[in-house]
T-cell receptor
Framework: GQQLNQSPQSMFIQEGEDVSMNCTSS?????WLWYKQDPGEGPVLLIA?????ELTSNGRLTAQFGITRKDSFLNISASIPSDVGIYFC????????????FGQGTTLQVKP | DAGVIQSPRHEVTEMGQEVTLRCKPI?????LFWYRQTMMRGLELLIY????????DSGMPEDRFSAKMPNASFSTLKIQPSEPRDSAVYFC???????????FGSGTRLTVV
């Protein structure tokens, strides 16, 4: 089946640094989504991308839908301690099955 | 909007017991999804419904797992009998249309001892 490969698996950075993570797939995805999960909570949608090449920002977060439709990245600028959590990419693949496929997640830790 | 509501938040049960997890989706959302999250496997889709009808249950691990959606505002995930390897966080999520993002509940942390 369709799978998403997300990297890096974890990151430990200093407050103020910029962060970049990405997701790749061997097949085309029609939608890319980025979620953040805080400890003890469910994932929360950060950014949704619907068109190849689309670049969307949400505050300090920026995400892009790759031109090939097989990848996406998420950047966080000037990280702060509350950025700590697990970030998931997700996408709708071909076949209009209606279900999202999730990456394995990137665990982000920010040192004050 | 109260969001997706799951209950209970935490459940500890003994092996062999029946466990029922509950979910109330956001009103007007016509897709409902059940996920399981573990350290080893990440987020796994168990089953999803569209307009209360099960569409894909290929992720349900065994016959011990069953899910129902008797109406648009309620769904259950049942495990009978439960086993220690079922210990995980179970999430319910809902969505309004096919292409949009999901809204997740806060999850039920299940521990089977």
């Amino acid at each position: 089946g369709q799978q998403l490969n997300q990297s890096p698996q974890s990151m430990f950075i200093q407050e103020g640094e910029d962060v970049s993570m990405n997701c790749t797939s061997s097949s085309i995805f029609n939608t890319w989504l980025w979620y953040k999960q805080d400890p003890g909570e469910g994932p929360v949608l950060l950014i949704a991308l619907y068109k190849a090449g689309e670049l969307t920002s949400n505050g300090r977060l920026t995400a892009q839908f790759g031109i090939t439709r097989k990848d996406s990245f998420l950047n966080i600028s000037a990280s702060i301690p509350s950025d700590v959590g697990i970030y998931f990419c997700a996408g709708h693949g071909s076949g209009n099955t209606g279900k999202l496929i999730f990456g394995q997640g990137t665990t982000l830790q920010v040192k004050p | 909007d109260a969001g997706v509501i799951q209950s209970p938040r935490h459940e500890v049960t003994e092996m062999g017991q029946e466990v029922t997890l509950r979910c109330k989706p956001i009103s007007g959302h016509d897709y409902l999804f059940w996920y399981r999250q573990t350290m080893m496997r990440g987020l796994e889709l168990l089953i999803y419904f569209n307009n209360n009808v099960p569409i894909d249950d290929s992720g349900m691990p065994e016959d011990r797992f069953s899910a129902k959606m008797p109406n648009a505002s309620f769904s259950t995930l049942k495990i009978q009998p439960s086993e220690p390897r079922d210990s995980a966080v179970y999430f319910c999520a809902s969505r309004r249309n096919r292409g949009g993002g999901y809204t997740f509940g806060s999850g039920t942390r299940l521990t089977v001892v």
